[in-house]
Each structure stands twice: as C-alpha cells, then as structure tokens.
DNA sequence: TTTTGATAAATCATCGATTATTTGTCAAGC
DNA sequence: GCTTGACAAATAATCGATGATTTATCAAAA
C-alpha cells in the first residue's frame, strides 16, 4: 500500500507532498485512527455517551478490527473514551460536573505549570510563547465561517500548551494536553460564539505580556481568571441545552 | 475455557472460590492481562526501559497476540509503557528527573486533592481514612520477608489513595492513581528498608489525624512533607545506583 | 580499516475467520 | 399483568496466518 523511499510511483493518498521521504510519525493504521478518532470526538461528530459499535466503525473507517481496537484503547488515556468488558467502547459522555472538574484542574494544573515554566523558562521558550500570542491574535474567528472556526481552535490551543511548555515537566504537560482536550470538546460541541462581555483577545496578551516579564502572580491570576470565564461561559451553555 | 454461571465444572485457576458466580471486572484476558502486565511493571520484573518482544511476552504470559497488544495499549495510560510505530512497546525508563517530578507531582495534585476532600468529603470518608490507617499500622513490614513488603505496599497505596477518594473528583484521582503507580514502582525496585531517621508509622497517623479533624493546612503539610521525604529517599538511593 | 549496500532474520502490524458473551425477543409460568 | 427462562440475533473477544517494516549480518568497495 505504501511506497516506500527511492520509489517512482506516486501515492494515491490526499497528503504526501513528498513521496520520496518517510513521514514522520504517524505510520501505522493505529496511529492515524488515533488521531482521526479524536479528532472526531474533540469536533462532536462521535456524539458524547454514545457507544461505539465496532462493526460500523469499522467500516465507516475503512479499516480492520485489530487497529481499531487499538486506537480506542489508546484512546482512554486522553480521557475521550471509555471501556467496559464485554462491553466495549463508548465515547465519554459530558456532565456538569465534569465540564466543573475539567476547569478546576485546568486551573490548577495551567497555572501551577505556567508558574513552572517562568521559573525555569528560557529565552527560546519566551520567543515561542510571543510568536504563539501574535499567531492567535492573527486568527480570525467568525462564526459565519466554520473553517475558521477550526483554525481558531487550533492555534488557541497552540498558545495555551505553549505558554506552559518550558516547565520542563512531561507528566504535567501530558496531563494539561488532556484537559485541554476534553475542555476543547466542550467549546466545540457547546460554544461557537464568545460571551459579549469579553475581549478574549486582551486576556490572552495580558497572561503573555505578564508571562514573558516573570510576573508570576500577575500571570497565573490572568491565566486562572480566563480559564474560569471559559468554564462559566460553557457552564451556561450547558444549562441551556438541558445538560446536567 | 471459562465455565458458565451454574456449571459443575471447577475451574483450574487460582482464584475463583465462588465459581457459580461470574468475576467482578477482569473477565476477559486483556483486562486479565493489564493487572498482571502491571503489576510485573511495578514490581520490577520486567526491567525499566527494556523493549518488550511481543513473541516473547506472548509465550511468557500464554496469550495470543490480540489481547496483548491491547493491554498494552491501554497501559500507556497508567505511563508505565510507552510506544512507538513499527518499534513496538517498551517499559517506561526510570530517571533522576522523572522521580524528581513525579515526587512534585504528588506533592501539588495530592494535597490539592486531600484538601477538596476535607472540604467535600463525608462522615464515611472519614470512617474509610481511620479504617486505612488502622490497616496500615497493623499491616507488618519485615525486609526478610518478601511477602509481608508487598502486603505492606497494598495497604499503604490503598491508604494515600483513600486519603484523597472523598474529593468527588474523578479525573484528579485517577491522576494521583497513575502517579502512585509510577512511585510504588520506584519504591518497590529501589527501596526495600524504610530510612533509620523517619518514623514513617507516626507520620501517617498525624496526616490521618489532622484530615479527619479537617485542618487543611495541618493535614496537607504533613502530608507534603511525607512525600517529599519518600522522594529524598528515593532519590539518594537511584543516586547510589548510578541512576541518573 | 571504515563505509556502503544488499540480503536475511527478526519483529511488528494487519487481516479474516472463529469463538464467547451480551442483549433483545417472546412464550410459558406465576 | 408481571416475572422468568429459553432461544436467537447482535456484538465483543480471541486466534492463527499473512503482509510490512525494522534490525542485524556481511561482503564488496573506498
């Protein structure tokens, strides 16, 4: 099915601009099930609680059993997938008192890593954060126009992982990428506009003006503050769907 | 191979007294397989760092392949394995620096989580702390007797564990659970005495103590620095191994 | 001697088919 | 009418075999 390096004839695939080379990463069917699955679990087209019918996945994925299986058990790390003997797979399903939970940690874990990072941060880390804040500032998000809806999501979430990513600390970091995962879903899902109240925009600067200046209370207030708006704002978005 | 609910025909396994009743959980051999593949993580029998053959480990545990994959994925979660594509699993590394941070780890997310406890928790929260701690007092812990050390680790892990289960936060514990896994491990491979100076016996009755009278600073205190501790320890001794 | 490239062996990834379990259905008994 | 139990359909779990990739080996060339 793949060519493999040296080879003359072209891949058939949408991707593989260079066939010459291997990709990196992402090689198996495992893997880029993986990433597919989540990605259709973090934009709501798996519907949360529901059960995953391996049979159907398997063929609305084209694939076979054996990677399937294995994407979703890999899955349950990331906390998108749960798992039952006998049972099989179903998506996690979303509650109140998860989306609380998941604001809580966020709180917690953001700003305890973001605390982290200014202590043990370097100067490549500082660039990176400034370049992540004007790329997000860059983006634009109109609601009209689903693609840049996507787009926006991408590099907030970029910003966000990169203001804690100089804590030197894999676990922490691994453990905010979940979170940040399971609340992406909430937004996606709930919240395709921004509460008027807000100019999310200036908050996102003020925890990076305040970041690269080693302003650690400053920042991880602003950062604190931000991830709790969010968690309201979603909170009532929720209360209206009838969410419990 | 399994016999049904209601057959006359016992089963040859070391468990099951009960056999006219179907398990709790565990009852396919994948889920079968992740406890046993952990618990050889944790105690050490399968080497840190080392790659673990699927042919091998096929014929050592006498399963298929299936199931042995998926186990092992979803022991990714728990951080004891790690993987990567067309090069299989292997047994996460021990490091320096991964003990340094899963010890900071537990200190922030453990406190964090005993201190929502005391906020939350109810009276039979508090009666499983007491229970927990009585358990661990009476529980023998004699380096000559391999047997009473992994009794010891049981009731000990089960202890922190029940310290921090009336937080009503789910995620979170399932965080501080993969956390203690990735210490017992260290523990349980470099430690096998406790350190002359500490009396490790009054230090659990005092974090006990202070929780169930909810003095959240008294209680996360003591419970910080009983960490910390463990962690010194701990690091003394991969220090002394030559672990970096 | 070191490097390179081809080949062989080992190992991982995937598939299709088989077996075991659960769930849905419905009739018999209470 | 409600519960119980047997049967059938749906679904999950496992297996053995096949295909693909990586790693090891070793001879030829620089």
Redesign the pocket.
Do not use: C, Q, Y
């Given at each position: 099915?793949?060519s493999?390096p040296g080879s003359l004839i072209l891949e058939s695939g949408t991707e593989a601009a260079t066939p010459s080379f291997?990709d990196d990463g992402k090689?198996?069917?495992?893997s880029q099930l993986v990433s597919r699955l989540r990605e259709a679990i973090i934009s709501g087209q798996l519907e949360a609680g529901s059960?995953?019918?391996?049979?159907r996945a398997k063929q609305s994925f084209n694939?076979?059993?054996?990677?399937l299986?294995?994407a979703l058990a890999r899955l349950i790390s990331d906390g998108l997938v749960e798992f039952e003997?006998?049972?099989?797979y179903r998506v996690s399903p979303v509650s109140l008192s998860n989306l609380e939970e998941i604001t809580s940690l966020r709180e917690e874990f953001e700003t305890y890593a973001l605390r982290e990072s200014m202590r043990v941060g370097d100067v490549e880390w500082e660039g990176n954060v400034m370049r992540a804040l004007h790329r997000l500032n860059r983006t634009e998000r109109d609601a009209s126009k689903p693609e840049t809806l996507e787009q926006w999501e991408a590099v907030h979430r970029e910003f966000h992982l990169t203001l804690i990513s100089g804590c030197r600390k894999p676990l922490l970091l691994s453990f905010c990428k979940t979170m940040l995962n399971l609340n992406d879903r909430y937004r996606r899902t709930f919240l395709t506009r921004t509460s008027g109240d807000r100019n999310v925009s200036v908050e996102h600067s003020e925890i990076a003006q305040g970041t690269v200046a080693r302003d650690m209370d400053y920042a991880c207030d602003r950062l604190r503050e931000h991830i709790h708006r969010t968690g309201t704002n979603l909170r009532r978005h929720l209360a209206e769907k009838g969410i419990a």
């Open positions: 099915m793949r493999g291997p090689n198996t069917i495992a059960k995953i019918n391996l049979d694939v076979s059993l054996s990677p299986r294995e003997d006998n049972r099989g």
